[in-house]
C-alpha cells in the first residue's frame, strides 16, 4: 500500500519501492536539473554551430539566376566548389575534432568538466563568426577555422561525463544524459529550417553570424550557473546535496588514477567504441549530406530542405526524452537489469535503423524515403539509452575518459563519410544514393552484433580498484535505503 507521507510503496517482501513518476515541470527546484537544463542548451550550440554549414554550403555554392542590363540572363555563384570539395570542407572540422576527444576526457576529469564544456563551446562561437571572412579568403582559410573549431569542440562530449560522474545520481543517469544529449537534435531541429529562412532571406552569412552569437550568450550564463560538483553550488538545497552524494559515493569528486592497461584490454569499452561508431556514421552521413540529398535528388528548394532535413532530429529528441525515462524506469522497477536495459535499447535501435535506412536507399521517392530516414534516425534515440550512457555504468570514476575514447573512433565517420560521399555521389543519381544509404545499414548493424556480444552495465573490477568506497556502495536493487533515496530523486513534484 503507497504511505501518503513519504510517497512510497512497499513490495511482497517489505522493502521500500519509488513510485515512478513523470518529471514536474518545475525543474528549477532541483538543481541537478537545473545543470541538465544548461546541459541541454550547450549541446543545442555544439550542433547548431556544427550544421549550419551543411546548410549554408549549398546557399554558397548554388547557381543564381543573374539578369544583366544587357537583356541576356546568366548564372553566378558565391563559390564554385565541386562535391569533392564541399566533401573536404564539411569532414574537414572532424580532423580538428578527432584530436581532442581523449584530452577532454582527462581535462575534464582532472580540472572540471563544467570548465571545459564551456570553453570549448565559447571557442567555437567565436569562430563561427569568423566563419564568412575565412570562406571569402579561400578553402584553406575555411578548412583551416573549421579545423580549429573542431579542436575546441572535441571536448564537449567526454568532458560532460565529468559532470554528470558528480552531478547525477545512478538512478537518474539515464533520463539525465539524454535529456541533456536531447539538445543535440533541438539544435539540428532549429538550425536547419531556420539556416535555410536566413540564408534566403538575409545572405549565407548570417546565419554564421547568429549562431555564433547564441553561443557566446550561452556560454555567459553558464558561467554564472553551473559549479562543478554539487557541493560548490550555494544554490543547492541540502537534502539534494545529501542525496546526490549518498547515492554516488564518499568518492564522486576524488581524483582518480586511471588503469590504462585495463582499459584498453576491456571488451566492454570496445562494445561502446563500435557503437558510438556506428551510431555516429548513420548520423553523420545524414546530418551531413542530408540538405544536399533532398536538393538534388528529391529537388525539394533549400528552404524546404532545411525544414524536411530537421525533421529527423525533432523525432529523435523527442524519443530520447521518452526511452531514457523508459530505461531508468525499467532498471528501478527491476524488469530489467542494468546489462539488459544497455543491450536490449542499444541493439534494438540499430536493427530498426539497418532496416528503415536500407529501405529508404532502395524506395528512392518523396515520401516513403523521407519517412524512412525520419524514423530510422528517431529510432535512433534508443540505441543513445544504451551505449552514451554505458560508461558512467561499467566505470563511474572513468566516465569522461572512456567517452574520450569512444568519441574518438566515433568521429572517424565525420571525416570518412562526408568525403566518402563526395566521391561517391558525383551526379546525384538513384543508384549513387542507394550506395551510401547502403553503407550505413551495413555500419549499424555492425555496431548491433559487437554490442550485443560485449556490452556489460556492470561496474568493471579495474574500475573498482582505485576507490573502495565504489565497490562497497549499496546495491540499487537489493537495498531498501538506496532505493528510498532514489524515490526522492524520482519524484520532482513537490
Given amino acids: 500500500m503507497p504511505d501518503r507521507e513519504t510517497g512510497t510503496q512497499k513490495n511482497d517482501i517489505g522493502a521500500i519501492k519509488p513510485e515512478i513518476e513523470p518529471l514536474s515541470w518545475r525543474f528549477w527546484r532541483k538543481r541537478r536539473y537545473i545543470v541538465v537544463m544548461m546541459a541541454f542548451f550547450g549541446f543545442f550550440n555544439v550542433y547548431s554551430l556544427r550544421v549550419n554549414l551543411s546548410v549554408g554550403i549549398v546557399a554558397m555554392t548554388e547557381n543564381r539566376t543573374v539578369y544583366y542590363e544587357n ?19 564539411l569532414s574537414s572540422f572532424f580532423w580538428g575534432y578527432i584530436m581532442t576527444q581523449f584530452i577532454g576526457g582527462v581535462l575534464g576529469a582532472r580540472v572540471g568538466g563544467n570548465l571545459v564544456f564551456g570553453i570549448g ?88 553570424y547568429v549562431f555564433g552569437a547564441i553561443g557566446c550568450v550561452w556560454y555567459c550564463v553558464w558561467v554564472i550557473v553551473v559549479c562543478e560538483s554539487p557541493d560548490k553550488d550555494k544554490s543547492i538545497s541540502k537534502d539534494e546535496l545529501r542525496y546526490i552524494q549518498d547515492s554516488l559515493g564518499s568518492n564522486a569528486t576524488e581524483t582518480v588514477q586511471h588503469p590504462w592497461k585495463d582499459i584498453f584490454k576491456s571488451k566492454p569499452v570496445y562494445a561502446i567504441s563500435a557503437s558510438h561508431f556506428a551510431e555516429n556514421w548513420g548520423f553523420y552521413t545524414m546530418l551531413t549530406q542530408l540538405p544536399s540529398f533532398l536538393k ?27 526511452s531514457g525515462y523508459f530505461a531508468d524506469v525499467c532498471q528501478v522497477e527491476g524488469w530489467l537489469t542494468t546489462t539488459q536495459v544497455r543491450r536490449y535499447f542499444n541493439c534494438g535501435g540499430f536493427l530498426a535503423q539497418t532496416v528503415f535506412l536500407l529501405t529508404a536507399g532502395y524506395l528512392m521517392s518523396s515520401v516513403g524515403t523521407i519517412s524512412c530516414i525520419i524514423i530510422a534516425i528517431g529510432l535512433g534515440a534508443f540505441a543513445w539509452c544504451g551505449f552514451a550512457v554505458n560508461h558512467l555504468d561499467i566505470a563511474p570514476p572513468h566516465a569522461s575518459v572512456l567517452m574520450g575514447i569512444s568519441n574518438t573512433f566515433a568521429t572517424i565517420p565525420g571525416i570518412v563519410s562526408p568525403a566518402l560521399t563526395g566521391f561517391i555521389v558525383t551526379n546525384s543519381t538513384p543508384e549513387e544514393w542507394r550506395t551510401v544509404f547502403l553503407i550505413s545499414s551495413c555500419v549499424y548493424l555492425f555496431g548491433c552484433v559487437i554490442y550485443w556480444f560485449w556490452a556489460s552495465g556492470e561496474v568493471q573490477p579495474w574500475a573498482q580498484k582505485p576507490s573502495a568506497s565504489e565497490t562497497n556502495k549499496p546495491n540499487p536493487r537489493d537495498t531498501a535505503t538506496y532505493v528510498g533515496y532514489a524515490n526522492e530523486g524520482l519524484e520532482m513534484s513537490e
Wanted: aromatic share 10%.
Fill in 121 to 208: 563551446i565559447a571557442v567555437t562561437s567565436v569562430l563561427t563568426l569568423l566563419t564568412p571572412l575565412a570562406a571569402k579568403a579561400g578553402v584553406s582559410a575555411l578548412i583551416t577555422v573549421r579545423i580549429i573549431e573542431g579542436i575546441f569542440e572535441g571536448v564537449t562530449f567526454p568532458c560532460i561525463h565529468a559532470v554528470w560522474s558528480r552531478w547525477a545520481p545512478p538512478l537518474e543517469r539515464s533520463r539525465m544524459a539524454t535529456m541533456a544529449f536531447a539538445g543535440n537534435y533541438a539544435g539540428t531541429i532549429v538550425s536547419m529550417p531556420v539556416s535555410g529562412i536566413l540564408a534566403n532571406k538575409l545572405g549565407w552569412e548570417s546565419l554564421f
Fill in 296 to 322: 538534388d535528388s528529391l529537388g525539394y528548394k533549400l528552404e524546404k530542405a532545411g525544414f524536411l532535413s530537421a525533421a529527423p532530429y525533432l523525432a529523435m529528441g523527442v524519443l530520447l526524452g521518452i
Fill in 71 to 89: 537583356g541576356t540572363i546568366g548564372y553566378e555563384q558565391d563559390f564554385p566548389w565541386n562535391t569533392k570539395d564541399r566533401g573536404l570542407i
